[in-house]
């Protein structure tokens, strides 16, 4: 690269098949009809639906095996599809080679490349505007984003009616909406998925760090960095944005810290993992939970030696553990690996649900803290309803949290002290 003339630069940085990734290029099997692209911000979907677009208009394998004439363009705002999918800096006019470059008429909302073939804009804001026209090949951004999103959706699909084999290509940031899990479930639909990191190369490795270390595991970071599909149950006793609203950098001094352990039954590799989860309270009477080391598959006394030493690392006051499934086994395995840890067991008297509700409460009156991000706790508590989990799983993760917050919060005791205070 460092010897490439100023003629031969624009050639290899165009050169796409030198630089994409494979989830950048399309299916190769003959079946699909939708190409759906989900990846985080900075993931190279903007490049991935231009690169398509262009390979679509000039007939170029594997995108094509011969010129599309009619393909729309479509996104949330016109100022979004001209800015970013035509104008921006991996848009088409910035893609292609000097001498193949399309001709954009923004008057006229198109680009005209030399063969003829012809790229119209069209956006969400007017799904009307779709009602008649027709195409061979559609390239939608930022789907998730879509306002109108379901009826323009529908117009798009009805004017893809062109040539033997009419296709889509769909790049966006995912959100749990209706439209993209019947895409996901659609077997014509082909699914690339990459997350932020993945387009490394070509950001700057502050913006890396910094966007990781403020969102790294929350919600919004999983969404917007990593490109997952990040799901709650309607009947949940959590939200999405309940925990969101609830994050914290770094808990303040505590009074208490607990460690609580839900044992499994066994230690099959079939078996339920053994909930591990830590938190504290304040002493303003504010839970703060400080740590999720859930185990799977663990023998007795491995996850015994993993809560000693999460009771060790944050100096913790009590292990407070779940007796119900193995009696006292799950006590005197923990004396065993340190005899000085003081064990306070619990046994359930109720179902998960009746137990979890009063601490789902303290979280609505914002009385419970997330000192940092913990995705897999928060999956099952954003999952958890009346049923239990959808996956029909226990909750593991979800009853160490409530035995923790039960026995700082919800045991009668007396205004907390912060320690060494």
């Not at 913790?316 to 499934?325: I, K, M, R, S």
């Not at 409530?402 to 009668?412: C, E, G, K």
Request: charged residues 25%.
């Amino acid at each position: 690269m460092e010897t490439a003339s100023p003629e031969e630069l624009p050639i290899i940085l165009t050169a796409w098949g030198a630089w994409a990734r494979p989830d950048q290029f399309p299916a190769l099997q003959d079946d699909w009809f939708s190409w759906l692209v989900l990846g985080g911000r900075g993931a190279g979907k903007t490049r991935t639906g231009a690169e398509w677009v262009r390979g679509t208009a000039l007939g170029r394998w594997p995108f094509a095996t011969e010129a599309v004439g009619r393909i729309a363009l479509v996104g949330e705002t016109q100022a979004q599809v001209r800015d970013v999918m035509i104008e921006g800096v991996s848009g088409l006019l910035a893609i292609h080679h000097r001498w193949e470059t399309p001709i954009w008429s923004p008057s006229r909302r198109r680009l005209e490349w030399g063969n003829g073939a012809i790229a119209q804009v069209y956006t969400a804001e007017d799904p009307e505007g779709l009602r008649g026209p027709q195409f061979g090949a559609a390239w939608s951004d930022e789907l998730a984003k879509w306002p109108n999103l379901q009826e323009t959706w529908d117009m798009l699909q009805l004017g893809l009616r062109l040539g033997e084999r009419p296709r889509q290509v769909v790049t966006t940031t995912p959100r749990p909406l209706p439209l993209i899990k019947r895409l996901l479930d659609d077997p014509r639909v082909a699914v690339s998925r990459a997350a932020t990191r993945a387009n490394r190369f070509n950001l700057a490795q502050s913006f890396l760090d910094s966007v990781h270390q403020a969102y790294g595991g929350t919600r919004l970071g999983r969404q917007e960095l990593e490109g997952e599909i990040v799901e709650e149950s309607a009947d949940a006793l959590w939200s999405r944005q309940l925990i969101e609203e609830s994050r914290e950098r770094q808990a303040p001094p505590l009074a208490r810290i607990v460690v609580a352990i839900d044992p499994p039954a066994s230690s099959s590799k079939r078996a339920d993992s053994c909930g591990l989860v830590a938190a504290g309270i304040d002493r303003d009477g504010i839970g703060h939970v400080l740590a999720d080391g859930t185990l799977a598959g663990a023998k007795p006394h491995e996850w015994a030696q993993a809560a000693v030493a999460l009771y060790r690392r944050l100096e913790a006051d009590a292990l407070v553990v779940e007796v119900n499934q193995g009696g006292e086994m799950a006590s005197s395995v923990i004396r065993e690996v340190d005899p000085g840890v003081p064990v306070t067991p619990v046994r359930a008297s109720r179902g998960k649900f009746l137990r979890a509700e009063p601490v789902a409460a303290l979280y609505a009156q914002g009385r419970v803290r997330h000192a940092g991000a913990f995705p897999a706790l928060e999956d099952e508590m954003c999952d958890f309803g009346p049923t239990g989990l959808s996956s029909g799983r226990s909750p593991d993760r979800l009853d160490a949290l409530v035995w923790a917050l039960t026995h700082l919060m919800l045991a009668p005791k007396g205004r907390p002290r912060v320690r060494g205070l």
